[in-house]
């Protein structure tokens, strides 16, 4: 290798000609000149971690919810200032181990799955960015408290139900089906459309690019109140008549009593009320936790999902819930 040496002109060309082909890629050229040698069976790839940020980030802008994206990037970015100078490789599972220890449980919880989406996406890229997940090893959740989950009485439910005609096909499949409000109906995605609901076969489609983790899942066995809710629903068409599925939990809130005529907040609704108050009347009516996760799309394990749940209400009042028809 020279010493002191300086880049020809013809060098400079190239390189002015690669750093336009990377364009805004986010990535350096150095960056991808070990991309280039490592799929050429060339010097193993070392990716500095703060490219890697930036290409991940970028990837991901038209595929995340705004808050979903802000969240990576407030917490990939203070990792970036944590391992400043790292490639990939040269964060360990045991530094990041020592990094979420000198952090709050929730915040650790929160860093802890930035962390793993990171390398995860690392390393199913075509030419992976890393081959080891330094998270496999660790589990940092935040701790649950059983009493963070709130539910909707039955009298509340049927009250909502009953006091909201002009929503009632939206209602019924966050009340009955555990259907997330913001796939329902979002401002950032293509709304749940009525061809995704097969009334004939009782069965609900929630596409990729309605479902909140990208992932489509198919619902059935649903409880029978809810066909009977959606009986006289269109063929086609958005599912939500309203613009924003906000309009949608502010008239629920209100027919419930938790907001007044005015719209003004009388009391606390439930975070989650309406998806919490599916899971615990649906694990209480067929103690089948698999079941219940399976139609919630949820990701942890059913046995955690059921100790959750178990225990929060009767299996007298879950078929009270289950029998509210129109």
């Known amino acids: ?104 449980p929730s915040m650790a919880s929160a860093r802890f799955r930035s962390i793993r989406a990171l390398w995860r996406w690392a390393m199913k890229r075509p030419t992976p960015f890393v081959r080891q997940d330094v998270t496999a090893t660790l589990s940092f959740r935040q701790p649950f408290n059983r009493s963070d989950i709130q539910f909707l009485t039955v009298d509340e439910t049927r009250a909502i139900m009953m006091g909201c005609e002009t929503y009632r096909h939206s209602l019924a499949l966050m009340l009955f089906a555990g259907i997330r409000p913001e796939e329902v109906r979002s401002l950032h995605k293509s709304p749940l459309m009525w061809e995704c609901i097969d009334r004939k076969a009782k069965i609900v489609r929630i596409p990729a690019g309605v479902s ?3 992932q489509p899942r198919i619902l059935e066995k649903l409880p029978g109140n809810l066909w009977a809710w959606l009986a006289d629903a269109p063929k086609s068409d958005p599912v939500c008549n309203a613009s924003n599925i ?33 899971a615990t009347y649906h694990v209480a009516m067929f103690a089948d936790p698999g079941r219940t996760a399976l139609l919630l799309g949820h990701e942890g394990s059913p046995s955690m999902l059921y100790r959750h749940y178990r225990g929060l209400t009767t299996k007298d009042k879950a078929e009270d819930y289950f029998n509210i028809v129109p």
Not at 30 to 35: H, K, L, M, R, W
């Open 1 to 104: 290798m020279r010493k002191n040496w300086s880049l020809t002109p013809e060098q400079k060309i190239d390189a002015r000609e690669a750093y336009s082909l990377l364009g805004d890629s986010g990535m350096t050229l150095t960056s991808a000149v070990q991309i280039a040698l490592h799929m050429n069976g060339g010097v193993s790839q070392k990716t500095p971690l703060q490219d890697a940020v930036t290409q991940f980030l970028h990837e991901r802008r038209e595929k995340l919810r705004g808050k979903t994206l802000e969240f990576y990037q407030q917490h990939l970015w203070a990792v970036c200032a944590i391992f400043e100078g790292c490639t990939m490789d040269e964060v360990t599972a045991q530094k990041v181990s020592a990094h979420l220890e000198s952090l709050t």
């Open 212 to 214: 909140k983790t990208r």
């Open 246 to 278: 906000r309009t949608v939990v502010v008239q629920a809130q209100v027919a419930a009593g938790y907001r007044d005529e005015d719209h003004s907040l009388q009391r606390k609704w439930p975070q989650d009320a309406m998806r919490h108050s599916f």
